[in-house]
């Protein structure tokens, strides 16, 4: 199992932009698929998004495609997801995954995670 730890949340105004990033220790990233997923007070968590290893194929939730990017810097054992166009929707804990395999979007089938990073959006 690797470790993960997130970083870069925080308070952003509705239309803004917030970069999230997870740091993944413990074994190689190589071979790991990873996914960003979220909770908001009183919902399951969710898929957000998705990038295989090494990097060539990302999936997004319907809710975010067009707004968020999911990338990987496998040299530095990172990835990242740049959010754009913030709504009050998108407030949640955001948890980052890694699985050794294939991508996939069912939460299940992560075996890592991190400890999630608070995103706030104000309207």
């Known amino acids: 199992q690797v470790q993960l730890v997130e970083s870069g949340g925080g308070l952003v105004q509705a239309g803004g932009s917030l970069r999230l990033s997870c740091a993944a220790s413990?074994?190689?990233?190589?071979?790991?698929?990873m996914g960003w997923f979220r909770q908001a007070p009183g919902k399951e968590r969710e898929f957000v998004a998705a990038?295989?290893?090494?990097?060539?194929?990302?999936h997004y939730a319907d809710s975010v495609k067009g707004r968020f990017t999911i990338s990987r810097d496998n040299a530095k054992n990172t990835v990242s997801l740049h959010m754009n166009m913030l709504k009050p929707d998108d407030m949640a804990v955001y948890y980052c995954?890694?699985?050794?395999?294939?991508?996939?979007?069912?939460?299940?089938?992560?075996?890592?995670w991190g400890q999630g990073t608070q995103v706030t959006v104000s309207s």
């Open positions: 995954a890694a699985r050794r395999g294939g991508v996939v979007i069912r939460e299940e089938m992560f075996g890592s």
């Open positions: 413990g074994r190689s990233f190589s071979g790991y698929a």
């Open positions: 990038i295989n290893w090494p990097g060539g194929s990302t």
